[in-house]
């Protein structure tokens, strides 16, 4: 933003959202049995929005992991990513995509601002090609 003239600059300003919103991208490793211990840390850390891989859950879904935080998922094989919302989000989820297990799409409304946040679990040395290939 630095570039660009004064006028420009403040008018861009102005139309920055005014809520600061902490996000945290966490490779969890599993979840099962510990979604609560989860939303105890994001609640501590006062994280709006988290982006998960690896949560070892199967299925496409959402559900309410406590302390507000709502956990959107996805998951079959492989690349289970998930994305974590807290309490005054649920409201602004406009969509939410789920691409493959490993890219997922949540659109939310944030303050009059539609806002794209992306789950993504780029396929790792280990994989196949055709899975490198597919993502």
Request: aromatic letters at 6%; a positive charge.
């Amino acid at each position: 933003m630095r570039g660009l003239p004064g006028p420009v600059r403040a008018r861009l300003k102005t139309l920055a959202p005014t809520t600061k919103i902490h996000f945290a991208n966490w490779n969890i490793g599993t979840l099962t049995g510990r979604s609560t211990e989860l939303a105890a840390i994001l609640a501590r850390r006062k994280v709006a929005v988290a982006f998960l891989q690896e949560t070892r859950w199967k299925a496409n879904r959402s559900r309410n992991i406590g302390h507000g935080y709502k956990l959107i998922y996805i998951g079959s094989s492989g690349g289970e990513n998930g994305v974590v919302l807290a309490e005054h989000f649920h409201d602004s989820v406009l969509e939410v995509r789920r691409i493959c297990d490993r890219l997922m799409v949540v659109r939310l409304l944030v303050e009059g601002v539609v806002t794209h946040l992306i789950s993504a679990y780029a396929p790792q040395v280990g994989c196949s090609d055709a899975d490198k290939t597919l993502f």
